[in-house]
């Protein structure tokens, strides 16, 4: 057995918790490797979460956005996007829609547009919960503590907001209007607020390196996240970061040179947070064919599907080569129905809310 081998079951049994240099390792390591991290990552999410897969719909409610973040396509800068915002409505009834197609969750989603204000957002979930027995999620962005706990009175449960990167400059450079401490503090007053946490990051951003990817690990494992999620860095051909490099080592401006450094994360992620939900994100499909297949079978347990109608889902494209734009929902949900079967898998029945347990608390590698 390798000392890599060695140090994945160490890590799968709780008995040591490794740093940043030893997950840098773990990141670039072989073929025999990697397929026992995928496996040790497979077993501590059967042991811990269980064989069944949660459905969280998908609304992707408007792409109108105040911020200018370098690396998406729905950017405000970004003149060749056409705007759109769903009725309060038209959401309700996605909705209903979404629970019957299986999903027991929903997520509303947009950029961060400040027409749907704390008022007509409070309004929105309390329709829902009347409406729609299922759980709520946000993601929309950053929000003052004030109107998070004013969601969470209204019905939200969960909110969405990936911190992106550990590394301040790295946050700088490609969020030129947002402040990274105020990134923080927002993931603060959610959990004050009482709601359900769950943030990630971008793997292979420009500037940085393995090592700033294992950073990011331990970051979102010391946040103690209910849920990570995490994808592939896909700068959107209409930005800024179109044409700029990913870590070293990289394929040119495409993508890490070994494109298992992507599931890898993810394998990690699980052996470092046994408790926490982990979505199959959409752009693993981005990357390679039946991506979030293959992240389900190294360590995820939760599917994403997209219920928002195709009349809006070429409108919204945060990154190139997004999968599924000309389907419906109904075709959607047939579809994932089918992936999850053929990986003998159910479909989680209840609201799929935090599993996160104590944290154990093994010694520090050294």
């Not at 996007?81 to 509303?108: C, F, H, S, W």
């Not at 393995?210 to 592939?232: K, N, Q, V, Y």
Request: hydrophobic share 40%.
């Amino acid at each position: 057995m390798s000392n890599s081998a060695r140090l994945i079951d160490d890590i799968a049994a709780g008995r040591v918790l490794p740093d940043e240099a030893h997950l840098e390792i773990l990141l670039a390591c072989g073929p025999e490797d990697t397929a026992a991290l995928y496996a040790a990552a497979d077993r501590v999410r059967q042991a811990n979460v269980g064989d069944e897969v949660y459905l969280r719909g998908i609304i992707e409610f408007s792409n109108y956005c105040r911020r200018s973040c370098d690396y998406c396509g729905i950017r405000g800068p970004n003149r060749a996007v056409k705007r759109y915002r769903m009725t309060p409505e038209e959401i309700v009834d996605l909705a209903v829609e979404a629970k019957q197609q299986g999903n027991t969750t929903v997520v509303l989603q947009s950029g961060e547009d400040l027409w749907f204000t704390a008022e007509r957002l409070c309004a929105l979930l309390r329709e829902l919960r009347q409406r729609a027995d299922v759980a709520i999620t946000l993601s929309i962005g950053e929000r003052p503590a004030a109107e998070l706990k004013a969601f969470r009175e209204a019905g939200c449960d969960r909110y969405l907001l990936r911190f992106e990167t550990s590394d301040r400059v790295i946050f700088k450079a490609i969020h030129p209007d947002d402040d990274y401490d105020e990134r923080m503090a927002c993931l603060g007053n959610l959990r004050r607020a009482g709601i359900q946490v769950g943030s990630g990051f971008m793997i292979g951003l420009p500037g940085g390196t393995l090592r700033t990817i294992a950073r990011d690990i331990l970051f979102a494992t010391a946040l103690d996240l209910d849920m990570i999620g995490c994808g592939p860095y896909l700068p959107h051909p209409e930005t800024p970061l179109a044409d700029v490099d990913r870590p070293a080592p990289a394929a040119g401006p495409g993508l890490l040179a070994d494109a298992e450094t992507y599931f890898r994360t993810i394998a990690l992620l699980r052996l470092l947070n046994p408790k926490a939900h982990i979505p199959a994100t959409t752009a693993f499909d981005a990357l390679v064919p039946n991506g979030r297949d293959l992240v389900l079978t190294r360590g995820a347990n939760v599917f994403m599907p997209n219920v928002t109608p195709q009349k809006y889902r070429a409108l919204y494209q945060l990154y190139p080569n997004k999968p599924c734009v000309d389907e419906d929902g109904a075709k959607c949900a047939i579809c994932v129905v089918g992936r999850i079967a053929r990986l003998g898998r159910t479909i989680g029945k209840g609201p799929g809310h935090s599993r996160k347990g104590e944290a154990s608390n093994p010694q520090q590698v050294s």
